[in-house]
């Protein structure tokens, strides 16, 4: 179940920086020595960091009120996890591959590495949706407990992210077998790089803060 | 984002790490998240039985040991990946202070829902 | 965005409307904000008016309680989100790339998609009306008024889903208005060099940032909570409505000040120019503005004393936001200071300016008792607290906001308002704000509380409220006068000069209007108050009028569609879900047109050319 409330904040803030930077290249003056789509990125990023944080939050404070209805311990199942958390990294790694082959001009090399991970993006949305269907069928609605809501808010607006970051790389991958991101266009995929990265990074918090922790104490 | 220079058309891309260092990341994230899953494992997991005296001694920093080590998956991605090690400061900046902000605003809210309530990760090992 | 070389604009020759709806330019752009945030501020001021007209006498019968519910909720969520935000706006569009020597924001066209998506977000809530299912639950919406359970028609979804829109257009024009501050400055235009409006226009947009996504997962979740069920806020599900108030003021109070820090900008601007004397005290504003900001994030549950938070937090809270006043004094001071010994010139933006501090003074000095936890629980809730937040929204922001009308509008429209009508607008506004609000701080210590439609007879409350609906009525009056003055101005001669006023800052040295390309040439700062060591560098008092200029080779990004169906996509995609009340299967018809015309117009967006110089060059 994606929560659709944040699709389109994040694909308008996120997907359109993408090409709307200031034209006219050949007087192009930027105070800082950096391209104004990759520090408003950054600060796109900034930004989302709250926007986790109080889903974090949420759920932490939750967490344990799962009255009425099944708790983290009788759901979350580790190897599952570990094999999505697995797949975000590995698209980390990989995307940065595909742009030191975009920087270099070097297609091939490109093309492989991206196309590794949008793979990988699909995988990752794929296994939430597997884990949502299985936990509904285990009798985990979305408005079963405190515990439900909580944890389906925050990895739904994960997954949405991770939805959107694979669209918005399909799309260059599209582009880039069509030739249309040469060495120095390679800005246009760093921008979903860093957007890709930081929806890993909030993975890496996600897995030991609340499955792992979870699970534990 | 202090000082100002201008940058007639130049980027800061001298010193952006090779395609070797990415790869050395990889292998140490790998490596980080295998040892997350691995205590999880030794000490309420599978590997329980095996690991006695292990899970005894670490099995009270469970929540501790599994923050810094993602802590430390964090910051690799974020300084390597992310080209925060290389790139100008002010990233950095816009970064570390969203993400203190964010960090603080988790921890107080913490404080004030266990002031009133007492909630689970109070009892920890302090 | 089809790149077009100015000399060919003939050719494409659109209508009025459609050059409007598909403009990315800043001024245009700016325009809209204050034009359609104007709107919308005589909305939330009728509001106001009626309810004024219900309390003049005890027992008033002129409108229901529940009627009296939306009143107020809409009059708070339109004058904040609707009014002064956006007037704010107005002028972070029209003015930072000017005040920056730039020649547009960093992202035009996302800048076209804030507008759309806020006016259309304003409209959304205020369409509720038409339903007669205005929000009713304050314009805090504290759990459990907001459920389901107590609020079961559509008013708070309307307020909810709203505010979800009107976030999202604040969100994406902070990470355009960041970007535009730090990365388009002039040449020699360093941090230290930029004119105070622009410095606290990009300390609020990091306020912005950093505290909308708070109150959109807020929303989210109340959303959740009356759509699909879940018990985030609700009691009975074991949900905390303190996590409701934590996470609104944890965006609120930063809110209070995203309305401030603009009109502290403003009045910055103002002072110096009509005293003669640079700005007391630049760098101590810069910092005292961005600790103002920064503790900002630190004080949020002084909104929350009344709720038991035991003594330990209420003391943290009661410290932090003491220590408040300590930057907010330093400004004051360094206002006075600059005004000291100038040679003062009391036109209008100057009285406006000058009214601005005794108000905000008297505003801060209630805010201060506040803090005072013990002395917040015989406050809290009553019309003491609501004279506070007028003292420093109304005599604060909107004074602030009026100075910069007076100030900018020559520049904006090429048409000077009349001192005339603009000293009556002053003291009308003057005389009947007091009237209005400082009786409230005694009906407040009174007792009387907020929020009530009525009040019976003998508490002491019937003399200061029929004052206070008449001081409203006076109110009222100035706002006509000033109507008068813009259609006054509209009929009257462009003949506005390029400098009337002798400004310190780079928008005064072109022409009024300035042309679409803003600078003929991109200028080079060597100091702050750039445009007067301009004047001083030449020996000058004034410089003749500078010319129009033919723009030719001057590229700017030409007009797109997109922006505008992106925010019809979203609006519509969030207008579906109003309607739905069931997760599992939460999307009607209309979301997933919204949500499909939105994909389109962002890969519209993304792949319209960025570089197509017109052909015949
Ligand atoms: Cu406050």
Redesign the interface.
């Known amino acids: 179940m994606l929560t659709p409330r944040n699709i389109e904040e994040a694909a308008m803030t996120s997907a359109v920086l993408d090409h709307d930077a200031h034209p006219a290249p050949e007087a192009h003056h930027t105070s800082l020595p950096i391209d104004n789509r990759k520090l408003a990125m950054w600060t796109f990023i900034g930004s989302e960091c709250l926007l986790f944080a109080s889903l974090i939050t949420t759920f932490l404070i939750y967490r344990d009120s799962s009255v009425g209805g099944p708790g983290p311990k009788d759901m979350f199942e580790v190897p599952l996890v570990t094999f999505g958390t697995a797949i975000l990294l590995f698209s980390s790694f990989f995307v940065v591959m595909a742009l030191d082959g975009a920087k270099n001009g070097n297609r091939k090399k490109l093309i492989l590495w991206l196309s590794l991970t949008v793979m990988c993006g699909l995988f990752f949305v794929a296994m939430q949706v597997y884990e949502f269907n299985h936990f509904y069928h285990k009798g985990l609605g979305y408005s079963t407990n405190l515990f439900s809501s909580s944890f389906y808010t925050l990895t739904g607006f994960h997954g949405a992210h991770v939805a959107i970051g694979t669209v918005w790389l399909a799309t260059l991958l599209k582009d880039a077998i069509k030739g249309r991101i040469p060495a120095e266009k390679a800005i246009n995929l760093e921008l979903s790089a860093l957007y890709w990265h930081f929806v890993d990074v909030v993975w890496i918090i996600i897995f030991p803060v609340v499955y792992l922790m979870s699970l534990g104490r | 984002?202090?000082s100002?220079?201008?940058?007639h058309?130049?980027?800061?891309?001298h010193a952006?790490a090779?395609?070797g260092r990415?790869?050395q990341?990889?292998v140490i994230?790998?490596a980080l998240?295998a040892l997350?899953?691995l205590l999880?494992?030794a000490?309420?997991?599978s590997l329980r039985e095996s690991s006695g005296a292990l899970a005894t001694s670490l099995g009270p920093w469970?929540?501790e040991l599994?923050?810094a080590?993602?802590a430390l998956?964090?910051f690799l991605?974020?300084a390597?990946?992310?080209h925060l090690k290389f790139?100008?400061k002010?990233?950095t900046w816009?970064?570390s202070?969203?993400?203190g902000?964010?960090?603080?605003?988790?921890l107080?809210?913490?404080l004030?829902?266990w002031?009133?309530r007492g909630?689970?990760?109070m009892?920890?090992p302090w | 965005m089809a790149t077009t070389a100015l000399e060919h604009a003939p050719a494409y020759q659109r209508s009025t409307i459609v050059e409007w709806l598909t403009t990315v330019d800043h001024k245009k752009i700016g325009i809209m904000y204050g034009a359609s945030a104007f709107i919308f501020f005589l909305i939330g001021g009728i509001e106001a008016l009626i309810i004024r007209a219900q309390l003049a006498t005890p027992n008033g019968t002129l409108v229901s309680a529940e009627m009296y519910n939306q009143l107020f909720t809409m009059h708070g969520t339109t004058m904040i989100f609707l009014a002064v935000m956006p007037l704010s706006a107005m002028f972070f569009n029209f003015f930072v790339p000017l005040l920056i020597g730039a020649r547009d924001v960093a992202f035009p066209r996302l800048n076209a998609m804030s507008l759309w998506v806020f006016i259309l977000g304003g409209i959304f809530l205020n369409a509720s009306f038409l339903f007669a299912a205005a929000p009713n639950g304050g314009w805090f919406g504290y759990a459990p008024l907001s459920s389901r359970q107590y609020s079961p028609g559509m008013n708070m979804d309307f307020w909810a889903i709203g505010l979800q829109i009107l976030g999202i257009a604040s969100i994406a024009a902070g990470v355009n208005f960041f970007t535009t501050i730090i990365n388009m400055r002039a040449r020699g235009m360093t941090l230290m060099r930029m004119p105070i409006f622009v410095w606290m226009t990009l300390i609020t947009q990091v306020l912005v940032l950093l505290s909308f996504p708070v109150i959109t997962i807020a929303l989210v979740m109340l959303t959740a909570d009356r759509t699909f069920g879940s018990g985030f806020f609700v009691t009975a599900a074991g949900g905390d409505p303190m996590l409701w108030q934590h996470l609104f003021w944890v965006f609120g109070h930063p809110e209070v000040y995203i309305l401030i820090l603009p009109a502290f900008g403003i009045v910055s601007e103002v002072l110096p120019v009509f005293s003669r004397k640079p700005l007391f005290g630049y760098s101590a504003m810069v910092f005292s503005g961005a600790f103002i900001a920064f503790l900002g994030f630190g004080v949020w549950s002084h909104h929350m004393f009344a709720t038991g938070m035991g003594p330990l937090a209420d003391s943290f809270f009661s410290l932090a936001t003491m220590l408040i006043a300590v930057p907010t004094g330093v400004k004051i001071f360094n206002w006075i200071g600059t005004v000291w010994g100038g040679s003062i010139s009391l036109k209008t933006p100057m009285l406006f300016a000058l009214g601005f501090i005794a108000m905000f003074i008297i505003g801060g000095l209630s805010g201060v008792m506040h803090s005072v936890a013990p002395a917040d629980l015989q406050q809290t809730d009553t019309y003491f607290v609501v004279a506070h937040f007028h003292y420093v929204l109304f005599g604060g922001s909107i004074f602030a906001l009026t100075a910069g009308a007076y100030y900018w509008w020559p520049k904006m429209f090429g048409r000077m308002l009349d001192e005339g009508l603009g000293k009556w607008h002053f003291w009308l506004s003057m005389i009947g704000f007091n009237v209005t609000f400082m009786p409230m701080h005694w009906v407040g210590l009174l007792g009387m509380p907020r929020r009530v439609y009525t009040y019976p007879e003998g508490l002491g409350f019937d003399l200061f409220n029929m004052v206070q609906t008449v001081g409203a009525f006076i109110l009222a009056l100035s706002i006509l006068v000033f109507m008068w003055n813009v259609i006054r101005s509209w009929r009257g001669p462009a003949d506005a000069p390029a400098d009337p006023w002798g400004g310190a800052t780079l928008e005064w040295s072109i022409p009024s209007p300035p042309q679409e390309f803003n600078f003929a040439e991109e200028p080079v700062v060597a100091e702050k108050d750039a445009f007067w060591a301009m004047k001083d560098a030449a020996g000058v008092d004034r410089f003749p009028e500078p010319g129009h200029v033919s723009g030719r080779g001057i590229h700017m990004p030409g007009p797109s569609w997109w922006p505008v169906v992106v925010a019809v996509g979203l609006l519509m995609f969030f207008v579906g879900l109003m309607v739905h009340r069931s997760w599992a299967f939460p999307f009607t018809p209309v979301s997933i047109a919204g949500f499909a015309l939105m994909v389109f117009g962002v890969f519209k967006w993304a792949y319209e050319p960025v570089d197509a110089h017109a052909p015949q060059h």
């Open positions: 984002m202090a100002h220079t201008d940058a058309g130049e980027h800061l891309d952006h090779s395609a990415y790869i990341i990889a994230l790998f998240t997350e899953v999880y494992e000490i309420f997991g469970f929540v599994l923050l080590l993602s998956k964090f991605v974020a390597f990946y992310m790139d100008i002010a990233l816009v970064f202070f969203s993400l902000l964010a960090t603080t605003v988790i107080s809210l913490f004030l829902f002031y009133n909630l689970w990760w009892d920890g």
